[in-house]
């Protein structure tokens, strides 16, 4: 039956990885996030890993946005504040305004209307900037009306709302894989390829 096999968990260091070069040199998704007003250090460094495991393009950081190298931020980041581009920017109007001329489409991370869902995402969105705001007040209404087009995370539960970090997990993955789905011919490389187990000689067809 297909669901009786064995699943084994793969010991951490026998899980393939790109060095710090490689990763630097590797092609990227044409995905951004820009980290505007976040106070939280700790945040920050979780936009870090996440932009890293994502294969995003940069990390730009805006307005009291904490910059590397920060204590607080390198207790979440892990170090990917080494493995992940990244710039800061005073100003997010001008770095919304230097990324429309580059080509970039932005789009904020945030409850509003009119917004899309991951799966609206057409090849027209792309490349992209994703917006992050405020822990506490999101995205500013001034830094909405500069943005392209609103991205919306469905909400099931009480709150209505997620820690932006987290937020920004849920988001990039969202987009990333609906570039990947979008653009089949133009998906950057993933390091992770499980090894073989010559001994298992099982299939789902057994």
Sequence with gaps: MPFLRMIKKIPHEEIPRFSLGEVLNQP?????????????????????????SAGIAEVILCGYTGAPPRKEIEKTALGSTQSVRWRYHA???????????????????????????????????????LVLGNEITGVDDDVL???????????????QSLNVAVAFGVGVYGVVDRYRTLFPGERPPIPFQPPVDAGDTSSDAD
């Excluded at 990227?28 to 106070?39: A, D, Q, T, Y």
């Design 145 to 159: 009306a500069s943005c392209d087009f609103a991205l919306e995370i469905p909400q099931f539960g009480y709150k």
């Design 91 to 129: 100003s997010i109007f001008d770095a919304i305004a230097e990324e429309k001329a580059a080509g970039y489409r932005i789009g904020a991370l945030e409850i509003a209307r009119p917004s899309l869902s991951f799966n609206d995402l057409e090849r027209e969105h792309f490349p992209m900037v």
């Design 28 to 52: 990227r998704h044409p995905v951004k996030v820009m980290v505007h007003n976040i106070r939280s250090l700790y945040n920050v460094g979780s936009v870090f890993r996440t932009a890293d």
